[in-house]
């Protein structure tokens, strides 16, 4: 049986692969939890700026918030990748079979 695609949750998974800024902020988090503050010195953004790409990388799924206190701690969500994995996978198969012929080819 087919997997059901939602292409709003891929676009908005791969989106969040699209931008220089979250990819620097998913090589921080490759070490463990983070605290804003500490993913904010590491990059040469506004605040509003990271809070943006947070959102970004959050509604993904591929980054997951702890609040503790008024600070927000990230991470990378194991459960989020691996959703990610599988759509990708799940897009671009490798197996093609001696039936299917370009249906251009002569």
């Not at 292409?7 to 983070?34: M, P, V, W, Y």
Request: charge should be positive; charged fraction near 25%; aromatic fraction near 6%.
């Amino acid at each position: 049986m087919e997997k059901l695609i939602d292409e709003r949750k891929i676009s908005t998974i791969f989106k969040a692969f699209c931008d220089e800024n979250r990819i620097q902020i998913l090589k921080q988090l490759i070490t463990g939890e983070k605290c804003a503050c500490v993913l904010l010195d590491n990059l040469h953004i506004s605040q509003p700026t990271l809070s943006h790409h947070m959102k970004i990388l959050c509604d993904s799924g591929i980054v997951i918030m702890r609040k503790e206190q008024k600070w927000a701690h990230y991470s990378i969500s194991q459960e989020g990748v691996a959703y990610a994995i599988n759509y990708l996978q799940s897009l671009t198969p490798i197996n093609i079979s001696k039936e299917d012929k370009p249906c251009c080819n002569k």
